[in-house]
């Protein structure tokens, strides 16, 4: 079978997954969980022949999230910058929340404005030209850093930007809220191509007129380089463990525009031949907002590759 086949039939897998956990909502998972694994080894079966696959992807076969527990995700955006001496700080907030709450709180850490811009002493280059376009159209680097937002939830109001000790309080509000959209996020690895495949399913709760749009990206952990930290010892610290690096969209800037109460997509993204990328340290962060109108994020999701 040929690999665009069995990306076809991984699709199917998680769609039917998703699908048998909101038609039997309510009843014993017991039961739920024993027709989607009879599905999904007949799916796996199929997937097996796939040789380009690695094993890793094709163990996790075989679960389905218990509806019951889904809930609305917070995204907090830190934007920062190596030569930020008072970033250091927002890291450690966004890194206790994100201990505290686990995978319900997701980070993105996004280096932009001229706190990022290389020097001859610290050449290496966070940064993009999508963080840079949300820092630019949500104004965060003009209003000082560190700041950032969460779930950019008050865009309407420009309440939108957040100093981080406030990211806790919104964090709160966010995770208090039912979510009108699930996702289901998966991504794999192909060492030969040093491609990624990205496969995200989609649905929302009910139908409605207008849907919203869908941003899929890739993140870093474990970069080791020069960070400014005032107040710390020493205060210019060359191994600095930068996380949550947003490295690139996979589908542009604002996303791709959904048009339907269920959907899948697929993405795929080839690391350029002398990128330092490691993808072992690499995620995939997935996103649904309401772009042009609040612009705020209904929901989102991370996963590692497998």
Request: proline share 3%; aromatic share 12%.
């Amino acid at each position: 079978m040929s690999s665009s086949s069995c990306f076809k039939w991984i699709f199917l897998n998680h769609f039917i997954n998703i699908l048998i956990s909101r038609i039997f909502k309510g009843r014993p998972m017991k039961k739920v969980k024993k027709l989607s694994l009879i599905l999904s080894l007949i799916l796996t079966a199929i997937i097996y022949s796939c040789s380009e696959l690695p094993n890793e992807y094709l163990e996790k076969k075989g679960s389905v999230k218990d509806d019951s527990t889904l809930v609305k995700k917070a995204l907090i955006e830190d934007y920062t910058g190596f030569t930020c001496g008072n970033c250091p700080y927002a890291h450690q907030e966004a890194t206790r929340i994100h201990e505290e709450y686990g995978d319900k709180v997701i980070l993105l850490a996004l280096h932009c404005s001229f706190y990022a811009k290389p020097t001859t002493a610290h050449p290496y280059d966070f940064r993009t030209e999508t963080a840079t376009e949300w820092d630019n159209f949500f104004g965060i680097s003009n209003s000082g850093l560190p700041n950032g937002m969460v779930n950019r939830r008050g865009f309407l109001t420009s309440n939108n930007i957040l100093k981080y000790a406030s990211w806790q309080e919104t964090v709160d509000l966010v995770l208090a809220e039912k979510p009108i959209v699930s996702l289901d996020l998966s991504a794999i690895y192909l060492k030969e191509s040093r491609q990624i495949l990205a496969f995200v399913t989609y649905m929302y709760n009910e139908k409605l007129q207008k849907y919203h749009s869908l941003n899929v990206c890739i993140v870093e952990d474990s970069i080791v380089q020069y960070q400014k930290w005032y107040r710390h010892d020493p205060e210019d610290v060359n191994d600095y463990v930068h996380n949550h690096v947003f490295r690139t969209s996979l589908n542009g800037t604002w996303g791709e525009k959904l048009t339907s109460q269920i959907g899948i997509k697929t993405y795929s993204f080839t690391l350029p031949e002398n990128s330092d990328w490691r993808p072992d340290k690499l995620k995939i962060v997935a996103f649904i907002s309401d772009v042009g109108n609040t612009y705020e994020i209904l929901q989102a999701e991370e996963t590692d590759l497998k």
